[in-house]
């Protein structure tokens, strides 16, 4: 299952680049430091062609866990041959992948000819040794936050929450708080938590747009959430992280009321702490929702090669109930 989790959340990562909402002000100079601006050397041939040819392939023939690491060997034997020289080519480029007729047959070929169309600063080996050591830091889901909240926020913030099936000490270690956090003080701008998506954690997120756009700012103070298992586990799950995150940043900053910022699953998760702790509704103004897949996504059933998933992405499969 290992090869299963490295390649989901690889996938996450790839998403993450691609899509991730940039600011402004920094979007030509985070293209050019993530490497997306040289030149696009037009159509896939070679190594590259027959790499994707495989993977269009994997569907039909493979059974068992065999198709994931397949898949992941194929994915480490791509690198980048080409990249665009300007955000207009980068667009055309990646039109032209998911555009093609005929389309792939899965998210895995996709993403080799992104990277090799140079749509990421990063190859698949570089990602997987990331994801395999990464969790320091900010990037650390065990974190010590020994401030104590105001109000009371488990086992439960009022009578009508849900009960938690994790332990206050789980759900907490996840927040990460910067020193840069203001803890609600008076003039200090509103507290803000970052939700991730499928196959990231908040740092890796965020770290490219939001973090740097909202520190220092007068807009929002903002926190992070490092989920375990980068959001592969039951969302159900992943909605508690939410729900405490919520009535804990609220009861640490004064009782000030808190904006969630989501990306993707974090939406999904972020919604469903709102339906069964209601108490996170009146600690919070604002919940802004990036790419959020309410009624699924096809993308969930586009990573599929015919075996076992991991609950988070079976329950965001579209249509799933």
């Not at 390649?7 to 402004?24: D, E, I, R, W, Y």
């Not at 040794?129 to 974190?143: C, I, K, P, R, W």
């Not at 586009?302 to 988070?312: N, T, V, W």
């Amino acid at each position: 299952m290992q090869s299963l989790a490295l390649v989901l959340a690889a996938t996450g990562a790839f998403s993450q680049v691609s899509n991730a909402a940039p600011t402004p002000a920094r979007q030509e100079a985070d293209l050019k430091e993530r490497q997306l601006l040289s030149v696009v050397d037009g159509l896939l041939t070679g190594v590259v062609g027959t790499v994707v040819s495989d993977l269009n392939s994997l569907p039909s023939s493979t059974t068992g866990t065999a198709g994931y690491a397949t898949a992941l060997e194929l994915l480490q034997s791509v690198t980048p041959t080409a990249s665009p020289t300007s955000p207009e080519q980068a667009i055309s480029a990646l039109s032209s992948i998911y555009k093609a007729s005929p389309t792939p047959n899965n998210l895995y070929a996709a993403l080799a000819e992104q990277v090799a169309e140079g749509l990421t600063g990063e190859d698949v080996n570089s990602v997987v040794s990331f994801l395999d050591g990464a969790l320091t830091g900010e990037n650390s889901e065990v974190n010590v936050n020994t401030k104590n909240p105001s109000i009371t926020v488990y086992p439960q913030a009022s009578a009508s929450d849900a009960p938690y099936d994790l332990t206050e000490a789980q759900l907490r270690e996840v927040i990460y708080i910067p020193d840069t956090f203001q803890y609600g003080a008076p003039g200090a701008p509103q507290p803000v938590i970052l939700v991730p998506g499928t196959g990231d954690t908040g740092y890796t997120t965020f770290a490219g747009n939001y973090i740097p756009v909202l520190q220092g700012s007068t807009i929002g103070d903002p926190v992070w959430l490092n989920i375990p298992g980068y959001l592969l586990d039951d969302a159900q799950t992943n909605a508690e992280y939410v729900a405490y995150a919520i009535n804990y940043i609220y009861g640490i900053s004064n009782q000030r009321q808190v904006a969630v910022f989501g990306w993707s699953q974090g939406n999904i998760d972020t919604q469903w702490a709102f339906k069964y702790w209601p108490s996170t509704r009146n600690h919070t103004t604002d919940h802004v929702a990036f790419s959020p897949d309410y009624h699924g996504t096809v993308e969930a059933n586009f990573i599929s090669l015919g075996e076992a998933l991991p609950q988070s992405v079976l329950q965001q499969e579209y249509n799933s109930k």
